[in-house]
């Protein structure tokens, strides 16, 4: 997901006002204490607390009485306003506490007073009965002299008693430099290589000349050994690299690593059957991130929970949602579909592409050379609907589906046929909140040219899919992209503003020719119907390079319409041409990996790494997995298969981005309900969860405060409050499920 601002909901309290300029420090500023009685020696003044919280001095400290039967965090509170707060500026936040009884969740945080209450750090310490003593440091984003510190304490069932004192928050001490453990300097792909495909690992050391390797089973046996080869200095992470290259060892093995240079990396399996469980993982994701239906732990052990936004208390519901004021004077019933992100919004642009990459890996199966469509089929994927005679990626795909069908303006309405762009709440909430906790108004937002083609594309899509399974619904699904179509048609510059980011992203884009590109070649494909292939032939798009560095995504559709017409069959003419297009994108991608010390298909501009950095790169390389079912050239298969070794863990940081994947790999990543990080409760992301990766805009305040000046690779955290670096996403999602599907029909 991409958005412009994310707000962490701080205490709705207290005085109204703005943000304001403040002077900056000077540049060697002494440290200033910014919180006036934080030791609480003889009054509690000024710190408030909310109406349901009882505090008093006690025995040298303030204690807060916390009731029970809160349901979010910020239901009771306590805290202090008016704190100046320095943008650059570092500051020491630091208190100590205790809660009776014990390991009761403190949410600990400097933001803003006044609305948006946007949240600048945050931390949730468990707490002991003792008491102890915590100490952070961070940079503040903005200039005001509204800020807050608050300690938040709702979400219990039970009452409890919360004591603080000596709490601080020192300007002007210098800032902490964050250094990630980056383990041992050989990097490898931590969950496996296949039998007969790529094995690299890249060294990270200051020799510059080729040094011995050699490759180890579980009980420590040599099995292979070789030399180095130099790369130099690797632009996208800063390190001096060399690359070790052991493809032709072709045995079975579990636990193996590989040694150079005195270093020891972590453990790999050589398997070929290694990737049907990412396969399965990576779409059994959907399933709990699903809006409008139990999640039932029988089918998700751990990860059970009630249906969200059903109109039932405190929601305000999914199933007769208003327009925002003056968008439209209907409500439409807009249940079901996935929440796209760490949110609990639901976007038309998002979910159809994401829902298109899920459909075309079910579409790879049944046309590709190595394509096997029963791993994809009946019970595959342990969902409710498995059992009912359905591939069950169908059927996962069709929850979604059946909400972008909702999104369809009504025929006796102004700008009857189009959808409308989005979903969600009407003002940003806060972590950790379920889904069936959301107490925020629902809002529909305008309709958009992009949105209505996106349904275009998909619905029509989903019409040749279904077509065996469920012929009345692929008949409505061709009937609602149509009536998309001509809507697009009669609407063709309805855009989404930039400046629509309260409560949700915004999901802009000022430029539908690729959008009526992609939703013109699914119905063509569908149909084979001249209208819609003359559109295709007649876009600008048809004979443009549509495969740039970034991958496509949400806002750059011509490549999924370009790829399905290389491969889905039909009489399109100039079809050849069109295949030709995708292996040359292919071969540059090919040419960038063979060059790139790491081995990946992406070397963006400037080594600007782009929000949702591994989803792109794992599209590059769906693109090269393409090309290898047009060709059946073996390079392009090895260049599919050896991009899979970033994301787990052949990378500068030397982790798996897949949680459940490899010895050490990303599991705090930015979710409302899979916020294990904040309240212990709750549990962390599905085995198979991908996280977006390395972005070197860092727009998040938490991000900004540990990853200034980072290189490349380098600008990422597993961290829950880093949404700019590690957010979950179901469009990254349906990359890892696309591609890991192609790895595991190389087995």
Partial sequence: ???????????????????????????????????????FDTSSAPWWTTANVTAGLSGGQWCADVPGGTVNRWDAAVGQNDITLVKGESYRFSFTASGVPADHVVRAIVGLSVSPYDTYYEVSPALSVAGDTYSYTFTSPVDTKQGQVGFQLGGSADPWRFCVDDVSLLGGVPP?????????????????????????????????????????????????EGRTVPRGVDASSGQNVQTIDFGSYRKRGSDLTLVADGETSRPFDIDPRAYDGLRADALKYYYTQRSGIEILDSLRPGYARAAGHTDVAPNQGDGNVPCQPGVCDYSLDVTGGWYDAGDHGKYVVNGSIATWELLSTYERALHARTGHPAALGDGSLTIPESGNKVPDVLDEARWELEFLLKMQVPADEPLAGMAHHKIHDEQWTGLPLLPSQDPQKRELHPPTTQATLNLAAT??????????????????????????WAAALAHPEVYASAADATGGGAYNDTDARDEFYWAAAELYLTTGEQEFAGHVLGSPVHTADVFGD?????????????????????????????????????DSYLATLDAHPYGLPYAPA??????????????????????????????????????????????ALNQSYVTGYGEVASRNQHSRWYAHELDPALPNPPRGTLAGGANSSIQDPYAQGKLTGCVGQFCYIDDIQSWSTNETAINWNAALARLSAFVADQG
Avoid: C
């Fill in 1 to 39: 997901m991409k958005r412009r601002r994310t707000t962490l909901l701080a205490v709705a309290a207290l005085a109204a006002g703005a943000l304001v300029s403040v002077p900056a420090h000077p540049a060697a500023a002494d440290e200033i204490e910014q919180v006036e009685n934080g030791s």
């Fill in 176 to 224: 902490e430099v964050y250094e990630p453990d980056t383990g041992p300097r050989v990097r490898v792909n931590q969950v496996a290589y296949l039998p007969a495909g790529p094995k690299n690992a890249t060294l990270v050391t200051e020799s510059t000349e080729p040094l011995p390797w050699q490759l180890q089973n579980a009980g420590g046996t040599t099995v292979a």
């Fill in 459 to 484: 619905a029509a899509q989903a019409a040749r899919l279904y077509k065996p399974y469920d012929r009345a619904f692929a008949a409505r699904a061709l009937k609602a992209a149509r009536t998309a």
């Fill in 550 to 586: 970034l991958g496509f995504d949400w806002a750059r559709t011509a490549a999924p319409a370009r790829l399905d017409l290389a491969t889905v069959p039909s009489r399109l003419p100039g079809r050849d041409k069109v295949r030709k297009s995708v292996t040359e994108a292919a």
């Fill in 606 to 651: 400037d080594n600007t790494y782009d929000w949702g950095s591994n989803a792109q790169i794992l599209n590059n390389a769906v693109v090269v997995a393409t090309a290898y079912d047009i060709t059946g050239r073996s390079a392009y298969r090895d260049g599919a298969v050896q991009s899979m070794d970033y994301v787990l863990g052949r990378n």
